[in-house]
Each structure stands twice: as structure tokens, then as C-alpha cells.
């Protein structure tokens, strides 16, 4: 066998509390294309941070000797992002000029717009891409076409494995074959590429080699010819665990309705847990966003508000930082609290005092300050601050990380009894488990609704399969 | 030392600090004339520093720079409308209180509906007031109605009327910032904008009542102050665009927003006055006063934020 290209040895990565490697190893040999899947905080984007050098690794090795941004690229290891990492203010050949520093100090635009375009008519040929239009005036597959070319190309040593991370997201059906087939000829000439995709159909055909992740681990590592459609979803997922809905199907007036764009349009009813899942960043939370600005008040305060957020970025649009946690408890019901205007104290600390209780918020007192609050106890207060509104629907933008099993099930319950009282919860989650709880689940997809699962038909494997694309951007 | 941890302490302490060194040059002798005075003057800066205040806590980038064209306007529309009449008192307050209402709205309006930053919008609209203040005016001086003029020149219990006019303000600002639904709006806000949206907060509400509060209460104190210097002048509201702001800094309100105070300004404006009578008593030439107050005030800031740097 070959000299692999890299090699990462009994990886452990860990944010806090969360674990996102736990003893990974990969070897990475010239010549294959390996796929990497697995759904949401399976741990890809991680291994892909540690690949590139931007993220070290608490243990284990990476490479032989230290390793960083410097080494990875003077091995040869480019990285095409999920999230566009051109600047839109600069030409072709001026973004070329950062990604490339090997780039000659004199004359390096000339050098630049050649190596460009010689990579784009060799991926995509025919694209009409010129290196000299500023990024800002592509369209967003024009943007990811330059990007995926600028990583296949280099002044000097030519690069040695190209990680690809949704690469095809924004390309239609064309490019994404002539990307495709570019992968298969590099691979043919010794490079090695790392291919993330949704889209199973581009990783069984693409691929000479699958790996799958779940749980910050690798659970399967075998050649792509091992696999099918639908072993490679069953690998994804739990085989132990199969979710169950709690309830028959809810009956009843629509609470909140919405027409997206493309896919099925939503609707929730009195009283109903509404699920969103699917893979992070299809849509889930730009839904959630957008139900919330249709109903929230602007300009004149709600006497009583239509609708109410639990924030899953608690640094985005969570807590309020500079103040107390009973200040930050109370925040969305001031106007429940006050009489012409002026805030009751003695009304404000009852109701703090008795969601602290409720929800088991661990502080020897409610004047301390949020930030004293382990991440988990935060919140529970962003969730308190919610639930005691008198707004018959709660959004929950995937609230539960870094809560503790404990808790979880606290929560579940207290959400489950107010359903029960007739209040409509919308959750996004990518917590499988919690789909479970509820009465019926959208399935997100490239920003559309791609499914919806009621009681029984609620599953991890349903799920995952509709997450997924079975067909080449046939649904989308 | 636990008094230290409040963040307007500061202001006080410095503003007292100056105020006896100043008697301490002059034996004493005109220190109620200098109170006086110091309370007078102060009662501007803290009628346009409250408005700013608010802006202030609204968060980065919100701040109303257009509050020395609203005091000029105000006053020269208030003084020119009442004419020196006696019956005409009511209506001039009126106009004032429009005139401020107007400005807030018209402020908002250009950074809601053109999306301009406040600080570009705010200063574009003092052009345009400035301009209507020149145009109404004509350099004409009209005198105040009598009642006015002694309202504001005179003392009641030694402590002058228009003190108690900006201690009557600062108490109902007090009440806003602190116990009502509104002031802990602005807070909120001036934390996180979109975390206070999520949270039912309706911002552009909040946003809109903010600028209008702050114009409102400029225009309140340029009214008192033509009264008080017996008319109405175009550059009467220069020195009132830093001055808003400096009491609001130095009387310990965070410059990000979000967190606010009121009793600060009242010890940064008697503070602001007292520096220029102190360098003044001490002789100093003009260009020495201006570098040393610019120094003492760094140094007043720099304590007041080494308090905060030591906080949990």
C-alpha cells in the first residue's frame, strides 16, 4: 500500500460538556474518494475542522508531529466550506490571491487568473466564469463553482486531498456531474478527496470508499460497493431505539399556518406538538424565524402575544447578559407583570419564584447573573421565560443542547401537560429521540418541506430516509 | 468602599473633589454663588443627557446627535410664538413639546424607513432643523414673557428653578428606567436586539418612543435656556452635542448600552460645570483648561470603568 496522505489516530474532541470526537481514526490513501455521511452532530463537521487544521484535537494524533492550518495546506490539504468563504468585495483573482499564498509577489495576477481558469475549464467547462468579475456579482453556484475550482488548483505543488463538504448544495443537476466526474479523474490521478453530501445518490456512485458517522464516532468504514440506499440509512440511525408518537392523530382548529415557497406548506393545530427535522441548516430555523415575525408585535406591545421563542443560540438571541437571572426569566411576560405600565416587584418575583421551582433552575438565588448559570440552567430559564407567557404557541429553535437527561425529561413533561391544556408547541430538533414526543413531524430539505410524518409513521429510519435525498435532487 | 461599586459614585465623588478645591482657592468666599451656578448649568446638561441616555442604552450605534438643533429650534419657535405675551406661556410649552415630538419621529423615520445608521441620520436631520431654527429666526432677539424669564433666573429655597424642574425630570426618568415595562425594554434592547425581539419586545416601538423622548426633552431644555439667557440664539445648543454625551459616559452608563443610570448624570453635569469654574479660578490659560479637562475627564472614566473591570 501507498504512503497515506494523512492519517488521524484515536481523535477525542470536546466542546464542554459535548463530546463531538470520541476516538476516531481514518487513514486517508491516494487515490480514493471517501464518503463521509452521517446526520446532524454525527461529528463530520468536526473531523473535517480537525482534517484542515483548524481545530486540535484534545488527544490523539493527527499527521506525525504538530499539525495546524500551515502544515495541512503545505501537505496539500484544501477544504471547499458548506458556508461560502469567498469575500464578495473582491475579484476572482484577488480571492485566489488569499487562498494561494504561494502565489509569486510580482505578477501573481497574471499567474492567478491563469491557474483559475485553467481549473474551471477543467471541472466545469463551458462555465463562462470571468476571473476578473468581482465575487459579489456571481450567482451562488457561480460562487461555489470558483471555490471548488480554486481548491483544485495551486500555483506551486498541486494539491494532494480536497475535502468537499455539501459541495453540490447550490449546483443544479449538470454541474454537479461535471464536478462529480472532475472527482473521479483527480482521484484516477493519485489525489484523494473527502466528499460530505445529503444527497446518498452522489455518494454511492462517487465514492470508492464510505464511512459513517454517528454519535462522534465512525460506525461503518467499508467499500462504497458494500452498501445500498437503504443499508446506508440503517447504518446512519439507531437500529435499537424505534421512536414512537404519543398520541392519535389532533384534530382541531390551525393555530399557525405558513406557505413556504417550495415543498408542503405548514400548519399546526390547537394544541398540537409539531416536529421539524431533518438535517441542520435546511430551513428549520429560518421557518421558525419567519412564523415568529409574522405574529410578534413591532410597533405597539401585545396585551397578550400570539406567539412565543425558545432560542437554541442562547449567545444569538437568548439571554440578556447584563442582567440578574430573575430579570432574564421574566423578560417576555413584563406586560402580565405590570399595572399602567410599571413593573410589580412583588408580582415579578412570584412568578420567577415559582418557575424556579417548576423547572429546577439550581441558583441559591434569582439575583445572581445569568452568566453564572451553567449553559444547561440558562436554558431553563430561556425556556421558563416562554412558557410563562400567556402566548398560545410556543416556537423552540432547537432548545435542548447542553441540557442535562435529568432535565430533558422535565422539560418533556411540562410540555407534553401544556399540549395537553391546549398549547401548540412548533420544535425543531436534531435530537431524534425527541421527534418521538411528537404528534406529527415535517421533514426539512434544502429550505422546503420534503415530508410529513404523523404518529405511527414517526421514525428515525422515515426520517432519515426523507432527510436524505433517495434520488438525485428528484424531490427538491 | 461598597458605595464605590455604584457606577455613578464616581461623579459624585469627582464632582465633590473639584467642588472643594475650588472653595479651597477662594477661602470659601463665593461658594453658595458657585453652587448655585453649578446647579443651574448642570440642570441643562442633565435634561439632554437623560434624553441621550436612553439612546445611549438602546445600544451600539444609537445615539441622537441632532439634540443642539432641537434645543435652537425649540427655543426660537417657542420664543417667537409667545411673542413676550404672558398668555401665550401655554402655548409656547405646547410648541416645544411638538417641536421635540416632531424631531423624534422625523429621526426614526429616517433610520427605520431609509435604514440609515442613527448617528448619520441624526446628524443630517440637525442640518435640516438648524436650517428652519436660521429661517424662523432671521437674527431677530425676542425677549421672553416676563414670568419666564424670572421662573428661570430665580430660587426657590436657595436651590434654582430650573434644578428642580431637571430634579422633578430626572425623578419621573428614574421611575421609567427602572420600574416600568418600557425602561426594562430598552434595556433589553441595548443587550441584544435579537433576543429581545424573540422575547415580544416590539423594538421599532421602543426604538420610535426613545428618539422621541430624547427630542422631547431638548427641546424642554432649550426652551428653559433661551428663557433663562433672556432669548433664543442660533449657536445656543453647541456646546450641548458633547455635553449630552459626556454626562451620560462619565456618569458611569454603559457606552454599549443596557445598562444605565440616572444619579450619574446629575453628579457628571455638576462635575462638567465645576472643572471649567475650578480651572478657571486657578488662572489657567485657556489652552492649558481645555488639555487639563480633557485629562481629568479620562481620568474619571478610566476609575469608573476599573470599577467595572473588577466586578464578577
Given at each position: 500500500m501507498q504512503d497515506p496522505v494523512l492519517q488521524v489516530h484515536d481523535i477525542a474532541v470536546r466542546f464542554g460538556e459535548v463530546t463531538a470526537l470520541d476516538g476516531v481514526s481514518l487513514t486517508i490513501a491516494p487515490g480514493e474518494c471517501i464518503g463521509l455521511v452521517g446526520h446532524n452532530g454525527a461529528g463530520k463537521s468536526t473531523l473535517i475542522s480537525v482534517l484542515n487544521g483548524g481545530l486540535t484535537p484534545q488527544t490523539g494524533s493527527v499527521g506525525d508531529g504538530p499539525y495546524g492550518i500551515a502544515r495541512a495546506r503545505s501537505l496539500g490539504v484544501r477544504c471547499v466550506f458548506q458556508e461560502l468563504s469567498l469575500c464578495p468585495n473582491l475579484s476572482i483573482t484577488e480571492n485566489a490571491r488569499i487562498a494561494h499564498r504561494d502565489l509569486p509577489a510580482f505578477g501573481w495576477r497574471g499567474t492567478a487568473r491563469r491557474i483559475v481558469s485553467d481549473s474551471l475549464d477543467a471541472i466545469f467547462p463551458g462555465h463562462g466564469i470571468d476571473p476578473r468579475a468581482q465575487v459579489g456579482e456571481l450567482s451562488i453556484a457561480q460562487r461555489q463553482m470558483v471555490e471548488i475550482a480554486m481548491a483544485f488548483s495551486s500555483p506551486t505543488a498541486p494539491p494532494r486531498l480536497v475535502i468537499l463538504d455539501e459541495p453540490t448544495s447550490s449546483l443544479d443537476a449538470g454541474l454537479a456531474a461535471q464536478l462529480l466526474a472532475h472527482v473521479k479523474r483527480?482521484?484516477?490521478?493519485?489525489?484523494?478527496?473527502?466528499?460530505?453530501?445529503?444527497?446518498?445518490?452522489?455518494?454511492?456512485?462517487?465514492?470508492?470508499?464510505i464511512v459513517v458517522m454517528k454519535d462522534a464516532r465512525i460506525v461503518a468504514d467499508r467499500p462504497a460497493a458494500d452498501f445500498t440506499q437503504g443499508s446506508l440509512v440503517q447504518a446512519m440511525g439507531s437500529s435499537a431505539k424505534e421512536l414512537t408518537a404519543r398520541r392519535a392523530q389532533i384534530t382541531g382548529d390551525d393555530a399557525l399556518r405558513l406557505t413556504l415557497p417550495h415543498g408542503l406548506p405548514f400548519h399546526a393545530r390547537k394544541g398540537e406538538i409539531v416536529g421539524l427535522s431533518g438535517l441542520g441548516g435546511h430551513g428549520q430555523t429560518r421557518m421558525l424565524l419567519a412564523l415568529h415575525e409574522a405574529h410578534a408585535p413591532q410597533w405597539w406591545p401585545a396585551a397578550t402575544p400570539a406567539v412565543t421563542f425558545v432560542a437554541g443560540d442562547r449567545r444569538l438571541n437568548g439571554t440578556f447578559d447584563l442582567w440578574s437571572i430573575l430579570k432574564n426569566m421574566t423578560a417576555a411576560a413584563l406586560p402580565d407583570l405590570a399595572r399602567h405600565g410599571l413593573i410589580r416587584p412583588t408580582a415579578e418575583a412570584t412568578q420567577a419564584a415559582t418557575w424556579k421551582d417548576r423547572i429546577a433552575i439550581r441558583t441559591p438565588d434569582l439575583q445572581n447573573p445569568i452568566l453564572s448559570l451553567s449553559g444547561g440552567n440558562q436554558q431553563k430559564v430561556l425556556f421558563a421565560r416562554a412558557l410563562a407567557t400567556r402566548a398560545p404557541v410556543v416556537l423552540m429553535d432547537d432548545p435542548m443542547r447542553g441540557v442535562d437527561i435529568g432535565t430533558k425529561q422535565e422539560v418533556y413533561r411540562i410540555i407534553r401537560d401544556e399540549a395537553d391544556h391546549g398549547r401548540t408547541f412548533v420544535w425543531y430538533s436534531t435530537e431524534m429521540e425527541e421527534m418521538g414526543l411528537c404528534d406529527r413531524v415535517y421533514v426539512f430539505r434544502e429550505g422546503a418541506i420534503v415530508a410529513e410524518l404523523v404518529g405511527e409513521e414517526i421514525s428515525e429510519h422515515a426520517i432519515l430516509a426523507a432527510s436524505f435525498a433517495e434520488s438525485n435532487r428528484g424531490a427538491a | 468602599m461598597k458605595a464605590l461599586n455604584r457606577p455613578w459614585a464616581w461623579s459624585f465623588l469627582a464632582a465633590g473633589l473639584v467642588w472643594l478645591a475650588t472653595i479651597w482657592v477662594t477661602k470659601g468666599a463665593a461658594s453658595g454663588g458657585l453652587t448655585e451656578a453649578a446647579l443651574t448649568f448642570a440642570a441643562f446638561s442633565v435634561l439632554v443627557g437623560i434624553g441621550q441616555m436612553f439612546v445611549i442604552t438602546l445600544g451600539p450605534g444609537n445615539i441622537d446627535l441632532s439634540v443642539p438643533a432641537t434645543m435652537t429650534l425649540a427655543g426660537t419657535l417657542a420664543l417667537k410664538l409667545m411673542d413676550g405675551a404672558e398668555g401665550m406661556v401655554i402655548p409656547g410649552l405646547l410648541a416645544t413639546l411638538g417641536v421635540g415630538i416632531a424631531v423624534g419621529l422625523a429621526n426614526y423615520a429616517l433610520i427605520k424607513a431609509l435604514r440609515i445608521p442613527p448617528i448619520i441620520a441624526t446628524l443630517s436631520m440637525s442640518f435640516i432643523i438648524q436650517s428652519i431654527a436660521i429661517w424662523s429666526n432671521r437674527g431677530i432677539r425676542i425677549k421672553p414673557p416676563?414670568?419666564?424669564?424670572?421662573?428661570?433666573?430665580?430660587?426657590?429655597?436657595?436651590?434654582?428653578?430650573?434644578?428642580?424642574?431637571?430634579?422633578?425630570?430626572?425623578?419621573?426618568?428614574?421611575?421609567?428606567?427602572?420600574?416600568?415595562?418600557?425602561?426594562?425594554?430598552?434595556?433589553?434592547?441595548?443587550?441584544?436586539?435579537?433576543?429581545?425581539?424573540?422575547?415580544?419586545?416590539?423594538?421599532?416601538?421602543?426604538?420610535?418612543?426613545?428618539?422621541?423622548?430624547?427630542?422631547?426633552?431638548?427641546?424642554?431644555?432649550?426652551?428653559?435656556?433661551?428663557?433663562?439667557?433672556?432669548?433664543?440664539?442660533?449657536?445656543?445648543?453647541?456646546?450641548?452635542?458633547?455635553?449630552?454625551?459626556?454626562?451620560?459616559?462619565?456618569?458611569?452608563?454603559?457606552?454599549?448600552?443596557?445598562?444605565?443610570?440616572v444619579p450619574g448624570i446629575w453628579g457628571a453635569g455638576l462635575f462638567m460645570f465645576l472643572i471649567v469654574s475650578m480651572l478657571n479660578t486657578y488662572q489657567f490659560q485657556a489652552g492649558y483648561r481645555l488639555i487639563l479637562t480633557g485629562l481629568i475627564i479620562i481620568a474619571v472614566i478610566l476609575l469608573a470603568s476599573g470599577r467595572k473591570g473588577g466586578r464578577p
Open positions: 483527480f482521484i484516477a490521478q493519485g489525489g484523494a478527496v473527502i466528499l460530505v453530501s445529503h444527497i446518498l445518490d452522489e455518494i454511492l456512485s462517487t465514492a470508492t470508499r | 416676563e414670568s419666564l424669564a424670572s421662573f428661570t433666573t430665580s430660587s426657590t429655597l436657595t436651590v434654582p428653578n430650573v434644578a428642580l424642574v431637571a430634579l422633578a425630570v430626572s425623578i419621573a426618568a428614574w421611575v421609567l428606567l427602572n420600574r416600568s415595562v418600557y425602561g426594562r425594554q430598552v434595556a433589553a434592547i441595548g443587550q441584544s436586539l435579537p433576543a429581545a425581539r424573540m422575547a415580544g419586545v416590539p423594538v421599532d416601538g421602543v426604538r420610535l418612543a426613545t428618539y422621541v423622548l430624547c427630542a422631547t426633552l431638548a427641546a424642554l431644555a432649550g426652551f428653559l435656556l433661551s428663557c433663562f439667557s433672556g432669548g433664543a440664539a442660533l449657536n445656543m445648543g453647541n456646546e450641548y452635542l458633547l455635553m449630552s454625551i459626556a454626562v451620560v459616559v462619565i456618569g458611569g452608563s454603559a457606552v454599549a448600552g443596557g445598562d444605565s443610570n
